[in-house]
């Protein structure tokens, strides 16, 4: 017997916050009963276990993809409002996969998606550590003083942020190296010592970088990769 939102986040069905999501909404029913306790378990070989009344099956295989995400594109399966979504780059990949964290809608780079909910939620835990590098471009010119306040941490949203590896690679160009997944964190610390980004792409999700991968595509990850990635996530 396992938590229900880790049997859906195994499924590929979401992450594991998302599945709880789904839960508190009435969308998930185990053997015909709405279930809306989160600390519920079930069986997934035997239980009949349902999302808005689509039998999950747990995967015969897990697949991981990289994807170079444009800006103008919502890290969503889907989305209310109708704008494109990274599954919309998957062409000829059938198998449900969704997206690892966030990428701002008008952010590009380096994006996971998986089925495989374990990993994702390791990559996504802040207690994992893993980092992120992002080169961001601002308004102005950061000085030493500028780099160093955000190294040691900002207030942002009423809460000071981790201390991050920041580096200046050009008038108006940084390196930041974070291991926090705050809602547009990166940009929102550049806001707090004056300087806005106005173009952010992400350049590496842990081991994993590709500066060869065109803007818009996407590649299965290899098993090294995947292999280095659970390592970083502790997952061994």
């Given at each position: 017997m396992e938590r229900l939102q880790k049997i859906l986040s195994q499924a590929g069905v979401a992450s594991r916050r998302a599945s709880e999501k789904l839960m508190t909404e009435g969308r998930v029913t185990v053997n015909g009963t709405t279930i809306l306790e989160l600390g519920t378990k079930a069986d997934s070989s035997r239980d009949d276990i349902?999302?808005?009344?689509?039998?999950?099956?747990?995967?015969?295989?897990?697949?991981?993809?990289?994807v170079n995400k444009p800006s103008g594109y919502v890290t969503t399966r889907s989305d209310p409002q109708k704008r494109r979504t990274v599954i919309d780059l998957l062409k000829g990949v059938r198998e449900y996969v969704y997206p690892v964290g966030r990428l701002d809608y008008d952010s590009e780079g380096l994006l996971i998606l998986t089925n495989d909910g374990d990993l994702a939620a390791r990559l996504t835990h802040p207690r994992h550590g893993v980092p992120r590098v992002y080169e961001a471009t601002v308004l102005g010119e950061p000085d030493d003083h500028d780099v160093q306040r955000l190294a040691k941490g900002v207030t942002i949203d009423g809460q000071r942020t981790g201390p991050a590896e920041v580096t200046s690679i050009g008038a108006s160009r940084l390196r930041i190296t974070v291991r926090e997944g705050r809602n547009r964190q990166v940009r929102k610390m550049c806001d707090a010592i004056g300087h806005p980004v106005t173009q952010l792409r992400r350049v590496a999700i842990g081991p994993v970088r590709d500066a060869r991968l065109k803007l818009g595509a996407w590649r299965p990850l290899t098993a090294h990769?995947?292999?280095?990635?659970?390592?970083?996530a502790k997952q061994v």
């Open positions: 349902r999302v808005d009344g689509r039998r999950i099956k747990i995967p015969e295989r897990h697949i991981y993809l990289l990769e995947v292999e280095r990635l659970r390592a970083a």
